[in-house]
């Protein structure tokens, strides 16, 4: 079978020149096992859901992720965007094989950000483990917020 090769099509250029698209694009294949689906994403958006942490990844600047896409989790008192000692000692010492995840911050209203996720991230030169900052690190415990983390970090 011989496949159209779409580049030489003559309706397809015209298309392309009219939406002002200079190259062909691509596109990534969805794939399960990495990419959020449409429902898990609704799904995230709206509430809590429960994952085996052994799913959880970090990026490399160490924010906490699922698949393609970050997530806030929760233990106790605190919420997690990153991959953060804390998160990751309960994992090692099996202490945590299941998380709640979401991806809607409105519901973290009630809780107050994990200092060691400042920490991994290097918030502001936030260090959990020097405690003589104590009140520095309180007053970026008060007013973090990791829209503004992103929205600082992805400026450039
Ligand atoms: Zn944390």
Redesign the pocket.
């Known amino acids: 079978m011989e496949l159209i090769d779409f580049k030489q099509d003559e309706t397809f250029n015209r298309l392309r020149s009219l939406i002002g698209s200079q190259e062909y694009g691509h596109f990534e294949l969805f794939d399960p096992l990495r990419h959020l689906s449409w429902q898990e994403r609704k799904s995230l958006s709206g509430h809590w859901v429960v994952i085996p942490t052994g799913v959880l990844h970090a990026y490399h600047d160490q924010t906490l992720a699922y698949k393609n896409s970050h997530v806030f989790s929760i233990t106790e008192e605190?919420f997690?965007f990153?991959m953060?000692d804390?998160?990751k000692n309960r994992i090692s010492q099996g202490r945590l094989a299941e998380i709640e995840i979401t991806l809607n911050a409105r519901l973290l209203e009630e809780k107050s950000v994990?200092e060691?996720?400042l920490h991994?991230v290097s918030y502001q030169g936030f260090d959990a483990y020097r405690r003589r900052h104590a009140e520095y690190n309180q007053q970026i415990i008060k007013t973090f917020s990791f829209r503004h983390y992103l929205q600082e970090k992805y400026k450039a």
Do not use: I, M
């Open positions: 605190h997690h990153s953060c804390k998160l994990c060691y996720c991994a």
